[in-house]
């Protein structure tokens, strides 16, 4: 119930960001899950150069990022970091802020593993240290 006054009294503007983070979200869980890797690809890295002049408004941006906390922690499942990544992206590029996807593996001795993480204005949005980005 707390949750749900403290949505009421956000601006319609965040409302309509959280719309976008969730539906975002749900998309990438369902394409990520049923589609054909040729698919998989396309959704994953369309619109993943940046551009410098769309991506200057930092207050918006760390908006959508705290937007996106949110919502990660009221689903009732956990996304990966790839579904948070293209989530957020996607939400971003509707706000015409223009986001790069980014995929890095790290290795131990005996494991490999993977992430994904999103670069705007210089920030590495949601990157975990001694990951070596992919060039793809």
């Known amino acids: 119930m707390k949750k749900i006054s403290k949505f009421i009294q956000l601006p319609n503007s965040e409302k309509v960001i959280l719309y976008f983070l969730i539906l975002n979200t749900v998309k990438a869980e369902i394409i990520l899950k049923f589609f054909s890797y040729r698919y998989k690809r396309n959704y994953i890295f369309k619109n993943s150069s940046i551009n410098d002049e769309s991506c200057s408004d930092e207050d918006i941006l760390f908006r959508h990022i705290y937007l996106h906390k949110a919502v990660i922690q009221i689903l009732p499942w956990q996304p990966t970091c790839l579904r948070n990544a ?15 996807l980014k995929i890095g593996v790290r290795s131990d ?3 490999i593993a993977a992430h994904a993480w999103l670069l705007c204005l210089g920030h590495e ?3 975990k240290k001694n990951y070596s980005e992919l060039n793809l």
């Not at 989530?87 to 223009?98: P, V, W, Y």
């Open 86 to 100: 293209i989530a957020l992206r996607n939400t971003l590029n509707k706000s015409g802020i223009s986001a790069e």
């Open 109 to 111: 001795n005996e494991t």
């Open 125 to 127: 949005i949601y990157k």
